[in-house]
């Protein structure tokens, strides 16, 4: 069964704190994962999108990770900022697959305390 | 700011109303989307369009209808819905289908 899991569901931090978010997938085949952040109410951004030869991407002070061996992927948050505060959305593609075969993690809330 | 534009922001209507969500881009993408969101959930797929035809309907109920005027539009009507539909609907573009998804802020839906 295609899915993608999440952890931890919720993440309290202190600001400037470094944090990480995992996601776990079981999609196959697999084409890409990409991070998105949602503020509460608004609609996703992209942070990062990476394919299967992709090991790390960063995009400021955010830096996701791969393994496509072991299926799993990380987001880094370093020097966290309350502007962070946000959930964090993973989404892994299937190869070959039309758009509804994007797979939705159901996303790490994170919340950056001062 | 994001490139994709979704008007209105927020909407109440009633059981028996007839209402629009609108959507546009100037991105050239050739792929939209809309996207039903409750709270606390993942974004569900409800319909794609590329290159203006439909080519996914996720299953959704005939009282929500959408619409492709041209590349750049995408609306979605709302004839006749129920309570358990008050979600926040999102809009999304790509350049092709499959592709990197761009969101709009979404629309805010609740009906009484």
């Known amino acids: 069964k295609n899915q993608v899991e999440q952890s931890p569901q919720s993440l309290i931090i202190l600001e400037g704190k470094n944090c990480t978010l995992q996601?776990?997938?079981?999609?196959?085949?697999?084409?890409?994962l990409r991070w998105y952040k949602q503020d509460t109410g608004r609609g996703p951004v992209s942070l990062t999108i990476m394919t299967f030869s992709e090991n790390t991407k960063s995009n400021g002070r955010y830096t996701a990770t791969l393994d496509a061996d072991t299926k799993q992927s990380s987001l880094h948050i370093t020097a966290s900022q309350l502007s962070d505060s946000a959930s964090y959305i993973c989404?892994?593609?299937?190869?070959?697959?039309?758009?509804?075969?994007?797979?939705f993690g159901k996303g790490t809330k994170l919340s950056v305390k001062p | 700011d994001t490139e994709v534009t979704q008007t209105p922001k927020h909407l109440v209507m009633g059981m028996t109303n007839k209402k629009s969500l609108k959507c546009e881009q100037h991105m050239g993408h050739r792929a939209m989307y809309w996207y039903k969101q409750k709270a606390k959930k993942p974004p569900e797929l409800m319909f794609v369009?590329?290159?203006?035809?439909?080519?996914i309907n996720e299953s959704v109920p005939s009282r929500f209808s959408p619409e492709c005027p041209n590349s750049s539009l995408l609306n979605l009507h709302l004839h006749a819905l129920q309570p358990e539909d008050s979600a926040l609907y999102l809009c999304?573009?790509?350049?092709?289908?499959?592709?990197?998804?761009?969101f709009g802020e979404g629309s805010r839906l609740t009906v009484l």
């Open positions: 369009y590329s290159y203006e035809k439909l080519s």
């Open positions: 996601c776990n997938y079981t999609v196959s085949p697999f084409s890409n």
């Open positions: 989404v892994v593609s299937r190869y070959g697959g039309s758009q509804g075969n994007l797979i």
């Open positions: 999304a573009s790509s350049q092709e289908a499959p592709g990197e998804l761009f």
